[in-house]
């Protein structure tokens, strides 16, 4: 059977991200969740602390842009002192806030320079999801383990976060990617900021994938602490 993984980013406020996690945990459904540290709410805390099936990656640290980094809080321009120190801080706060330790990282808007990654490896992360068209073309290289995402459940980048694309194109896109690709493909999701008549959708989607294909988990990357 097929191997997908799912990922869902910018977690950490009380939206509805946490009702598409809620939904994933009553189905046992695997799913990382790519968490903001600086917009973790108490609620979501709560919930990632007592999760059996949702794992937690670290997302930058307040998701903002650097002063003259386009999509990227953390450019080669930013201080390697000042990244180390706010990747380190994210870390722990994360940490603290939900009981376990965080070895995996995924780069706010899958964009980050070397520098960054050098970082992660000195703070001695294990792994790192970005997406693969973006990571071959900064051809950036890691000791890290790398999960990068192939596929964007959103219909373009201007819809990010408000509408989802039909199951049946991802299904597509996936048995596509499945002919070149050995490694399990990774489906990301944004549905902090869904409209109410794609929540349902969302929730049906990863049912739906699910149930289709494999789905592999990273154990590991959440011990407790
Ligand atoms: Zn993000």
């Known amino acids: 059977m097929k191997e997908i993984f799912h990922r869902l980013d910018d977690v950490g406020k009380n939206d509805f991200s946490l009702e598409f996690m809620l939904h994933c945990e009553e189905l046992r459904i695997p799913l990382l969740a790519a968490v903001i540290p600086a917009r973790l709410s108490a609620g979501v805390a709560r919930f990632l602390r007592d999760s059996q099936y949702v794992t937690v990656l670290q997302h930058g640290f307040s998701h903002a842009e650097w002063v003259d980094g386009r999509n990227d809080e953390f450019p080669a321009t930013r201080s390697k002192a000042n990244v180390h120190h706010a990747i380190k801080c994210g870390r722990s706060l994360l940490e603290d806030s939900i009981g376990k330790q965080i070895n995996g990282y995924v780069p706010p808007w899958n964009k980050t320079a070397q520098q960054t990654i050098s970082v992660l490896e000195e703070l001695g992360f294990s792994t790192i999801s970005g997406d693969s068209e973006t990571w071959a073309l900064l051809k950036l290289q890691t000791t890290m383990h790398v999960i ?51 929540q349902r959708k969302a929730l049906d989607l990863i049912e739906s994938l699910t149930n289709d294909f494999q789905v592999v988990n990273f154990p590991g990357l959440n011990r407790e602490t």
């Open 148 to 198: 990068n995402i192939s596929i964007d459940c959103a219909p373009c980048h201007l819809y990010l976060a408000v509408a989802i694309r039909e199951k049946e194109s991802i299904k597509e896109e996936i048995e596509i990617l499945k002919q070149n690709q050995i490694d399990p493909i990774g489906v990301m999701y944004h549905v902090h900021e869904l409209k109410p008549e794609y």
